[in-house]
């Protein structure tokens, strides 16, 4: 006998991506590019690598999670559907007459849509990969929170890697040196997925998608909402550390604690090394007069 919470997250996880979802995808990953500082005047002196930028921001992830199970980088320009329905949303981000796309997307509810949107779209992604390698590796749980992980958020890292050819590149942007909270909640759900695939999980696929799916949307909106980019797994990351790794501080080198002695205001540091120099320059005089 099904209960109609069964009705309601199965139907839920048979819901198709296309158009609606994909479209609020695009739409928040080519003006997350339009964003960004001379992108416009770039894509009106040379719109083909634009076009390419836009499309590693669209299909960033499945491009990484390609490179992973050793399969071509390209694989994502035979899907003809998504590539035109991608670059129609590039094009009209870009070059719509008078900027009304823009102007359309500024508005916080729209936003708040298309970001809630796209975070339903990250779950089917992170499901996907996780599927997808253990077609390849049969309960290689290690590669399909891997490749899950890659499909779900490894879009960010595909354009620090453009970011990087191009010369724009910042170490405090890199994913790999300091994930955000996306990618650290992306990787969170691809555990789960894989842990529920590999049945060391107690919970339907269905129920664990829209459970997911909610969380990911209700962050997503509470973050947009209150302005509020703070919001981060340290409690948790705090009580996995202290029950791994002790609440021990690290031992620092002699060096470095030189290195952090700083004279203060008033010249205290500055006055104390002077009178020493000088005490052990008159020790010396003194020292040649005995000679």
């Not at 300091?178 to 129920?207: E, N, W, Y």
Request: aromatic content about 12%; hydrophobic content about 45%; glycine content about 6%.
């Amino acid at each position: 006998m099904e209960y109609p919470w069964d009705d309601l997250t199965l139907a839920f996880s048979r819901t198709s991506m296309f158009p609606f979802f994909d479209i609020a995808h695009y739409l928040v990953s080519v003006m997350a590019l339009k964003q960004r500082p001379g992108a416009v005047a770039a894509a009106w002196s040379n719109p083909l690598s634009s076009w390419f930028s836009a499309m590693l921001h669209c299909f960033g992830g499945g491009i990484l999670s390609c490179v992973l199970l050793a399969e071509p980088p390209l694989k994502f320009l035979t899907n003809h559907t998504n590539i035109l329905l991608a670059s129609s949303i590039w094009y009209i981000v870009f070059f719509c007459p008078r900027d009304l796309v823009s102007q359309g997307y500024s508005y916080q509810p729209i936003q708040l849509l298309a970001a809630g949107m796209k975070e339903v779209t990250r779950t089917w992604k992170i499901v996907g990969g996780v599927s997808h390698a253990n077609s390849y590796y049969r309960n290689g749980w290690i590669v399909m929170i891997a490749v899950g992980w890659a499909r779900g958020a490894g879009g960010a890292v595909i354009t620090a890697c453009e970011q990087l050819l191009k010369g724009d590149w910042k170490p405090e942007g890199d994913e790999w040196l300091k994930m955000s909270f996306p990618c650290k909640v992306t990787l969170l759900g691809s555990i789960m997925f894989t842990f529920q695939h590999t049945r060391h999980l107690a919970i339907s696929k269905h129920d664990l998608m829209f459970l997911y799916t909610i969380f990911l949307v209700t962050i997503k909106v509470t973050m947009m909402m209150t302005k509020d980019t703070a919001v981060t797994l340290t409690p948790f990351e705090d009580t996995l550390t202290r029950m791994l790794f002790g609440r021990q501080q690290p031992q620092f080198s002699l060096s470095e604690k030189k290195a952090e002695v700083k004279p203060s205001s008033n010249g205290s540091a500055s006055t104390a090394s002077k009178r020493a120099t000088e005490s052990s320059g008159g020790a010396k005089r003194h020292a040649k007069k005995e000679d």
